[in-house]
């Protein structure tokens, strides 16, 4: 059992940056791939960023440029730091390990979310 717990979120103006951190309860970033999902008000929740026990990353092509998923394997802490954000960015975003890849992105545990706003 892996358990997540999620740091970072807030609000911030369009063009403004945050930095989210995931922490892990066991070494499971050496072992699962890892990743940052997010969902809006009346939407479906969707994969953002992801980073392979390879340290090999994916990102939604929406997001591509702008964020940067990283991680520390001493901290068993995983980061998703985000510039240039728009209000399109608004949504609870949450860590997952375990990623799976088959169409649409999944996982196998999940963080309990922390929000991100981001005003015009």
């Known amino acids: 059992q892996v358990q997540l717990g999620e740091s970072g979120g807030g609000s911030v103006q369009s063009g403004g940056s945050l930095k989210l951190s995931c922490a892990a309860t066991?070494?499971?970033?050496?072992?699962?791939?890892m990743g940052w999902f997010r969902q809006a008000p009346g939407k479906e929740r969707e994969g953002v960023a992801a980073?392979?026990?390879?340290?090999?990353?994916r990102y939604r092509d929406a997001v591509a440029g702008r964020f940067t998923i990283s991680r520390d394997y001493a901290k068993n802490t995983v980061y998703l730091q985000m510039n240039s954000l728009n209000p399109e960015d608004t949504a609870m975003y949450y860590c997952?390990?375990?990623?799976?890849?088959?169409?649409?992105?999944?996982?196998?545990?999940w963080g309990q979310g922390t929000q991100v706003t981001v005003s015009s």
């Open positions: 997952a390990a375990g990623l799976l890849f088959v169409g649409k992105w999944s996982a196998t545990y």
């Open positions: 066991t070494s499971a970033s050496r072992r699962y791939s």
């Open positions: 980073i392979m026990p390879t340290g090999s990353t």
